[in-house]
């Protein structure tokens, strides 16, 4: 029983000191669950701080940056151009009739008045006779009229030069009447024979026309008709109905004809000298001058038509080819070329993005001058020290922020999440 007493006395004690360690334990555990909140708030202020950062760094575009060229060497015009003929001119028929022979095909070479064809005119051929008819009549008429004309001479002066008293004078007027009345006969029938000879002479000429001939030295370049074809008269220019039966083409010489841009009309003077490349002959060069010019913008195009001269001693220049003309043009030294794809087709017109200072964007207009297919002549607007922005963004405005490729801010890349 005193055993018992003891030990509940010594556990009564005791108390007092687990109490005091209890305490400590709650206040130390209260304590560590502050630390944890406190570094759990921190770290997700830490992580917002790192997400708004790189959202903030990937909104800026990256960019590639190019700088524009110089062209040192003496730049190159090259423009479409056609080939034409020295002379072309459509052969027509001048009378109505069937087509008898042709004796010049395709590509034979002409002399100036040969027989490229003949046709038959029955029509014409019958009233030819009948004309010539009609004339020789006329002329036996005004052999009539002639010698009455002679008779009535005769007989006024027999009558004129009567002594007084042998004639009346009433006799006298009559029979000067009837002279001038044959005279008046005589003159009728010479008008008549003028008649008749010029319906002659208009029926030989068109008779003369029954042969087709070149009208110059040069080429059948096209044969329209055949044997046994109707031909009708003239063509649709000059009223007829009749279709062209040849083209003949003097290509001793040859023409060449090319639209020059307006900004570039003033480059290309009367007597400059251009080559031609032909794609039939890829290595043959030909060599034309300028000759003239239209002294005209056209108003569609805005082009300058320019007309140059080419020998052609050996023929292979040819009516109505394609060549491509090239011209040598003088170098300018304030001429820079720059990408096609760094051009911006903006409503104001076309703009060239430039990053400036402090890497913002800075919008320029330029002016252009040839286009080299990937690249661009830039006339006004840029410098060679400018950064052009190669293939732009499509809502790239003047003032935004860009990052330039391979120039990259550490710790704004997608490491600052981790």
């Known amino acids: 029983m005193s055993d018992h007493h003891d030990q509940r006395s010594e556990e009564v004690a005791q108390l007092p000191r687990l109490r005091k360690r209890l305490g400590s334990l709650g206040f130390a555990a209260a304590a560590a669950a502050l630390v944890v909140a406190t570094w759990g708030i921190f770290s997700r202020d830490e992580h917002a701080r790192a997400v708004a950062t790189w959202t903030q760094a990937a909104a800026i575009p990256t960019v590639a940056i190019v700088h524009p060229k110089q062209?040192?060497?003496d730049p190159e015009l090259v423009l479409p151009g056609d080939v034409q003929a020295w002379y072309s001119a459509p052969v027509y028929a001048r009378v109505n009739?069937?087509?008898?022979?042709?004796y010049f095909d395709y590509g034979a070479r002409v002399k100036k008045g040969q027989v490229l064809a003949e046709i038959e005119t029955p029509e014409i051929d019958a009233q030819f006779s009948a004309a010539k008819a009609k004339l020789r009549s006329a002329e036996a008429v005004i052999k009539v009229r002639d010698a009455e004309a002679h008779f009535a001479d005769t007989t006024f002066a027999r009558w004129r030069d009567a002594p007084k008293g042998v004639v009346s004078v009433q006799e006298q007027q009559s029979k000067q009447a009837d002279y001038q009345s044959a005279v008046a006969r005589l003159d009728a029938a010479r008008a008549d024979v003028a008649?008749?000879?010029?319906?002659?002479?208009?029926?030989?000429?068109?008779?003369?026309?029954?042969?087709?001939?070149?009208p110059f030295d040069g080429v059948v370049t096209a044969r329209e008709t055949d044997i046994g074809a109707l031909i009708n008269a003239?063509?649709?220019i000059a009223g007829g109905s009749g279709p062209e039966l040849f083209r003949v083409a003097d290509v001793h010489k040859m023409r060449v004809y090319a639209k020059v841009p307006q900004r570039m009309a003033s480059s290309i003077p009367v007597g400059m000298k251009a080559q031609l490349h032909l794609p039939q002959y890829p290595d043959k060069v030909f060599t034309a001058t300028v000759t003239n010019t239209s002294s005209a913008i056209d108003?569609?195009?805005?082009?300058?038509?320019v007309e140059m001269h080419a020998e052609n001693p050996d023929g292979l220049l040819q009516p109505g080819t394609f060549a491509e003309v090239h011209w040598s043009l003088p170098?300018?030294?304030?001429?820079i070329r720059i990408p096609t794809s760094a051009l911006l087709f903006r409503q104001h017109g076309l703009e060239v993005a430039v990053v400036g200072p402090e890497d913002k964007v800075v919008l320029k207009h330029v002016t252009l001058g040839r286009n080299l297919d990937t690249e661009v002549e830039v006339l006004r607007g840029l410098?060679?020290?400018?950064?052009v922005v190669d293939s732009p963004p499509d809502a790239l405005a003047s003032d935004d922020v860009v990052r330039i490729a391979g120039n990259q801010t550490p710790g704004?890349?997608?490491?600052?999440?981790r």
């Open 71 to 73: 062209d040192t060497a």
């Open 97 to 102: 009739g069937y087509l008898k022979m042709w």
């Open 195 to 214: 008649v008749a000879q010029a319906e002659v002479d208009r029926l030989q000429a068109l008779e003369s026309f029954k042969q087709v001939t070149a």
């Open 234 to 236: 003239g063509s649709g």
């Open 299 to 305: 108003v569609t195009s805005r082009t300058l038509l």
């Open 331 to 335: 170098s300018n030294p304030d001429l």
């Open 383 to 387: 410098s060679p020290s400018d950064r």
């Open 412 to 417: 704004n890349d997608e490491t600052a999440l």
